[in-house]
């Protein structure tokens, strides 16, 4: 899937002849044409810490991971509706 992805960036790089577009910040501009490299040595280096760890210790750092998403979810999805109940009762008290 991933090399996939890196043609894919790379065709439509060289339909735009290699030039980013013109309304992205300046660091995007930097890291454009190294986008893919970037992104296939930081998943090597994932692969390898993963694969030189005990087994059990990376199951429970990505069950860990994906038990922080959701619960970080309702956190900021309770403290929302807190905030609305609290502009609207100031609201009716005014």
């Excluded at 980013?20 to 692969?47: F, H, N």
């Excluded at 990505?62 to 970080?72: C, R, T």
Aim: net charge negative.
């Amino acid at each position: 899937m991933i090399v996939l992805r890196k043609r894919i960036h790379e065709m439509k790089m060289i339909e735009r002849n290699y030039e980013p577009p013109a309304d992205w910040m300046e660091w995007e501009k930097r890291y454009y044409t190294s986008y893919d490299s970037i992104i296939c040595d930081v998943l090597g280096v994932l692969q390898s810490v993963l694969m030189n760890t005990q087994p059990s210790f990376a199951v429970g750092m990505v069950a860990l991971m994906v038990l922080s998403l959701p619960a970080s979810a309702a956190f900021v999805v309770l403290h929302a509706v807190d905030v609305i109940k609290r502009i609207v009762e100031s609201e009716i008290h005014l």
